[in-house]
């Protein structure tokens, strides 16, 4: 079936530099896409989101890139924090009723 | 402000047992939805809720029912528990106007079946 998926299983980064974390998605239906946060023994914690009309969107310090040529979502993180260690899932919404998630990013910052 | 509260944290339940996950909301949230977690995988929709006395079927339904009969609860029920739904559930819910990307997930019940 139709599905999100992300490149990278762990991304190891240095304390204060940008982390890019790659998703990409198979369902050109879909039209709006968020990233999580998970940390440790915690529920998933909305980051960010795009609809599909937009190719770019920032936030603080966090900026998601869409890209519905190739199906492909990224999550940048600028001057990277510890506090940003965690699992990042990118998901999508299809208009239908479900979200769907991806396998999920660990990111790793090295002091 | 709670937010979304489940309960219980941890359970361990003998495969073939029966058992009632807790989900409740303060935030007058219409959509609610349930999702297991396997280890290394991304969450997985069981069901799900538009509002008060409606439900319906998410990707992985089968083994659990649920009910929705105010709109502050929405609890996850195992018919007869199996080790292949050893997971962590979590809950979560959403206002009409954000729909099912403004989610608000609880802290999780981590469940074991031997």
């Known amino acids: 079936g139709e599905s999100v998926g992300l490149h990278l299983p762990t991304l190891s980064v240095q304390e204060g530099d940008n982390s890019i974390i790659n998703c990409a998605y198979s369902n050109s239906a879909s039209d709006y896409f968020i990233w999580y946060k998970q940390e440790s023994g915690k529920g998933p914690q909305f980051i960010i989101d795009i609809r599909s009309n937009m190719d770019k969107r920032q936030g603080q310090r966090v900026t998601v890139l869409l890209n519905k040529t190739v199906k492909h979502l990224s999550l940048q993180i600028a001057a990277t924090q510890p506090g940003d260690s965690a699992v990042y899932f990118c998901a999508e919404n299809n208009a239908g009723n479900m979200l769907t998630f991806g396998g999920g990013t660990r990111l790793m910052v090295k002091p | 402000n709670a937010g979304v509260t489940q309960t219980p944290k941890f359970q361990v339940l003998k495969t073939g047992q029966s058992m009632t996950l807790q989900c409740a909301q303060d935030m007058n949230h219409e959509y609610m939805s349930w999702y297991r977690q396997d280890p290394g995988m991304g969450l997985r929709l069981i069901h799900y809720s538009v509002g008060a006395g409606i439900t319906d079927q998410g990707e992985v339904p089968n083994g659990y029912n649920v009910s929705r009969s105010t709109t502050e609860d929405f609890p996850l029920r195992l018919l007869s528990a199996a080790p292949s739904q050893t997971s962590v559930y979590f809950c979560?819910?959403?206002?009409?106007?954000?729909?099912?990307?403004?989610?608000?997930f609880g802290s999780g019940t981590r469940l074991t079946v031997v």
């Open positions: 979560a819910s959403s206002s009409r106007d954000r729909g099912f990307g403004g989610y608000t």
